[in-house]
């Protein structure tokens, strides 16, 4: 089972909106957020001259966009940036606190940022080709891939998550992990020849491979834009394959909610509460969820 890990966020000026550093315990990496507006001060803190990597986020056009550098000294890049490219609305540098990266280190967690963000493809690069990943010994690569691994759970927790896939690999058996219990749901509509199935795994709910889901986007509100738009990028990422009939899952895929996997899977806006059912039992999620309150309920009383 994995351990529990503690991170430790603090807010510079008090202020949930303005600059904040994210560091892990027993982690050598120390991160700074920031908007644009509060950058000089942010650029003159010490972690920001150290050896890294940032990030750069911003809107160009309605849509989000992103860019992805390294340095010796982060701060004079960025401030170069800050003269040359008008679109960026905040920055996120990734250092470490004892400046213990040097330059083929940057390079390296440069080249992989990029390849992990243009994988999910959820924001566009404003970078050109993927830079090449710098020479580096066998264990300094790995040193590098653990410093990622962290990175990967802090950025998430600060609603970055341009770097987190959602594609995930099929689950074990369940007899093989202790503990564990398959709870499987499923959404049928025969009319549009839907049939899939997802999987509550931790936090997450995943669609199967496998799972038939609706091949167009059928909403017509205005307000649904954003599962439209998840609609289009699985089927342009190959997630969800078109070209078969009826259009297929071609992996496992976590939504960060039943309401958003009910929508791709359905091609319209959806309550997911109301239109995943129990596998074998036919129970809603929400009755189910209210069974498994109650039952918890119960156990306290005759706890007690």
Known sequence: MSQGRSLELFFINGN??????????????????????????????????????????????????AYVGEGEDVAARIRDHDAR??????????????????????????????EMARVVASVPLENGATPT????????????????????????????????????????????LEGHVEIVFELKTPKHQIEARAELRGG???????????????????????????????????????????????????????SAAAAVVNGRPANGRTEWKLAGDGRTLKQWEQDELSTASSEETSDG
């Open 133 to 176: 990943r710098s020479s580096l010994s066998e264990a300094a690569q790995a040193n590098m891939e653990e410093f990622l691994e962290t990175l990967g759970m802090v950025l998430p927790a600060l609603g970055i998550t341009m770097f987190q896939s959602k594609r995930r690999p099929a689950q074990m058996h369940p007899s093989t």
């Open 16 to 65: 949930p909106d303005g600059m904040l550093t994210a560091e892990v315990f027993n982690w050598t990496g120390h991160v700074l957020v920031a908007p644009r507006v509060q950058i000089k001060d942010a650029l003159a803190r010490r972690e920001a001259r150290h050896t890294g990597v940032y990030v750069l986020l911003g809107d160009q056009g309605g849509n989000t966009l």
């Open 204 to 258: 997450e709910f995943v669609v199967l491979s496998g799972s038939f889901v609706r091949k167009i986007w059928a909403g017509k509100g205005e307000h649904d834009f954003g599962y439209q738009n998840l609609h289009k990028s699985l089927v342009a990422s190959g997630v969800i394959d078109v070209s078969a009939t009826p259009a297929t899952f071609t992996e496992n895929y976590a939504f960060n909610s039943p």
């Open 85 to 114: 490219k008008d679109w960026w609305s905040k920055a996120i540098i990734i250092t470490s606190a004892a400046d213990s990266l040097h330059k083929a280190h940057a390079k390296y967690l440069e080249s992989r940022l990029v």
